[in-house]
């Protein structure tokens, strides 16, 4: 059966088990694939995306989890203005090295400076601990963050 997701503020029709994780929910069925599959167990945080503004992974999330909550995907967070600024601080470093993990960071990022405006180092460390960059690019990422912060 049919259920409708608020997704960036637009409603979209998806059918698909309510087990079918929210990460395949964007990929597969919207064809929204800005959301990363990188290790599909909870540990990378490449697929994160927000309900509500909080920072989910989307791989551990069933479909049938989501119900009326926002959904917003990187697709979508640039129109905030703390997405915006986020989005603008990682051009202004350069942060990506491959690029990959990169959606994931600023969903985290976004959700890190929404919750806490001028965050610390240590609270930026602690508050991106769970986003994992192969290629190291996590001083660019930190210096995005306070970038965007300022
Ligand atoms: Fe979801 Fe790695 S793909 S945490």
């Avoid at 929910?25 to 599909?40: A, I, P, S």
């Avoid at 203005?81 to 990959?100: E, T």
């Avoid at 960059?133 to 965007?148: K, N, P, Q, T, V």
């Amino acid at each position: 059966m049919a259920i409708t997701l608020s997704i960036n503020g637009a409603a979209r029709s998806v059918d698909a088990p309510d087990d079918m994780p929210l990460l395949w929910v964007l990929r597969d069925e919207l064809n929204m694939v800005g959301t990363k599959f990188g290790c599909g167990a909870g540990l990378c945080g490449a697929c994160t995306v927000h309900m509500d503004g909080a920072a989910v992974r989307s791989c551990q999330t069933p479909l049938g989890a989501v119900g009326a909550a926002k959904i917003t995907t990187i697709e979508g967070v640039g129109e905030t203005p703390i997405g915006a600024a986020v989005q603008k601080a990682w051009v202004a470093v350069d942060a990506p090295q491959c690029g990959y993990c990169q959606a994931g960071q600023i969903m985290s990022a976004s959700a890190l400076l929404a919750a806490t405006p001028k965050p610390t180092r240590t609270q930026i460390t602690q508050g991106m601990s769970g986003n994992l960059c192969r290629c190291a690019s996590y001083h660019r990422i930190m210096d995005a963050i306070e970038l965007a912060a300022k």
